[in-house]
């Protein structure tokens, strides 16, 4: 294969974790670059779509199912599946995004990381961002199937980390865990919004809600992201995030990513395990004191 057919397959070069709808829209349509709609919940299956765009369904497909918790990272088997269904291939560039702005789209990130491929970034602002800047949308109706790809999935341990790891997290004192679910939930104010759990933290655990990351539905620019981190971490260089089912934390592992960090880890299980009724400690109120009898 020559030079030129080399570069006509791979994709475009990415500047970073983040591109901006120009920088998407400028590359939209090159061979070598898929966009996919990493969207859930109510953000899900809307009527308008960035066009080309792939469904990857963390509602569905691209969660294993086979347990209690959701939004669980699928194994690599599956996982290589579903983006292969995608017709993503080892020499593509990813663009993910989510119908919220910045939200899904990152955990959609976070797992082609932890699966070995490193070709991907979010889009900042999402769809918001896209329809706000008057680019073309397309509908949701289902378009031709993409031709089968190559990706192989190469997991990277300790990108994803269970409750036992984030346990000896909170007892190191190289170590952070963030919680990126609202202030009112990490005190213990209101009660989850998935019944049977807890309300609270895990004690010494910080709160980092996901939001405080941007501003006007975009990430924040590095130096701004590095003076949050830097307040709440200190000197401490290992960060584990968690949320609500593991989806906004990783828009702080993105965050962090941005502020210059590395090897941070998310709590796949999140609050949706760890505040499980169980043995694993709960505390509330924003200094982390015992629950109320």
Known sequence: MGDDEAAHRDGPELPGPLVGADWLARRLGRPGLVVLDASVGAHRGGERRLPGARVFDIDGALSDHS???PHTMPGADRFTEELRAL???????????DGAGIYSGARAWWMLRAMGFDRAAVLDGGLPAWAAAGLPLEDTRPGPAAAPGDFTARPRPGMFVG????????ADPAAVVLDARARERFTGTVAEPRPGLRAGHMPGAVSLPFGELQHAGRMRPAHELRAVFAALAGQRERL??????????????????????????????????WGLPSGR???????GSPPAP
């Not at 828009?251 to 990513?257: F, K, P, R, S, T």
């Not at 400690?281 to 200094?287: Q, S, W």
């Open 67 to 69: 347990g209690p918790l």
């Open 87 to 97: 017709g993503v291939n080892g020499t593509d560039t990813v663009v993910v995004y």
């Open 163 to 170: 409750a036992e790891e984030v346990a000896a997290a909170l």
């Open 240 to 273: 584990v995030v968690s949320c609500g089912s593991g989806v906004t934390a990783c828009v702080l592992a993105l965050g962090a990513e941005l502020a210059g960090y590395r090897g941070q880890a998310v709590y796949d299980g999140s609050w949706s395990e």
């Open 281 to 287: 400690p709960v505390v509330t109120g924003a200094d």
